[in-house]
Every structure is written in C-alpha cells, then in structure tokens.
C-alpha cells in the first residue's frame, strides 16, 4: 500500500530537483529543499505537513486527522485515511503542504535528491 502511494506522489511532484526521498515511518518521505513535506505510512495512509496555521481547514477534509503515531498528537501534522486518498485528494494534499513547507530555509543533507 505505502508503496503504490509512493508512485502516485511521485507521479506529481515529477522531475523537481528540490523534491528528495527517505525512508522514514515504514515509508516513504518526500522533502521539499530539504524539509519534510508529505509521506506514506506502511498501512496506506498519507501524512501530510501542513503547519498549525493551515490545521483547522486540513481537519476539515475527509478521512483528516492529526498525526498521532507514538500516542501523542503532533500540531501541524495530518495522516490522510487511504480510503479518502484518490488522485485529486493526493494533489491537493501535495499542494497544501508545498504551501506550508515551500518558504521555508532550505535543509542541507537530509534528504536523497532524486
């Protein structure tokens, strides 16, 4: 499942040289100029970085929930249920978090640049 995702984010985020990938949560992670932007979860779920200020509007969308994966809630994270997940929902999920994670600082070294 994490890794059909995979390929469908790939599918949209293309050939950008600012876009890289590492193995993280039993999936994939895809960074953005070095910092986490969205990510496959090993039971098909998405997580999404949107920031605080995007939250409540993220929560608001089908199958949205705050990332809790150690039992504790992360602000500013959201895990996407793999039923709610069709092409349009994995773009525009995309879209918000490049929304919250485009302007800030580049990160060096963390990520593999495909």
Do not use: Y
């Amino acid at each position: 499942m994490a890794d059909d995702l995979a390929e469908q984010i790939r599918a949209f985020v293309g050939d950008d040289p600012n876009v890289g990938e590492i193995r993280m949560f039993g999936g994939t992670c895809f960074t953005l100029n070095g910092n986490m932007m969205v990510g496959t979860l090993k039971h098909g779920a998405l997580l999404v970085r949107v920031g605080e200020e995007q939250e409540p509007a993220a929560l608001a969308l089908p199958g949205a929930r705050r990332m809790d994966l150690t039992g504790r809630e992360m602000k500013g994270f959201i895990m996407v249920a793999p039923d709610k997940l069709d092409d349009r929902a994995i773009e525009s999920w995309i879209a918000m978090a490049s929304r919250f994670v485009g302007p800030m600082p580049p990160k060096t070294g963390s990520a593999r640049q495909k």
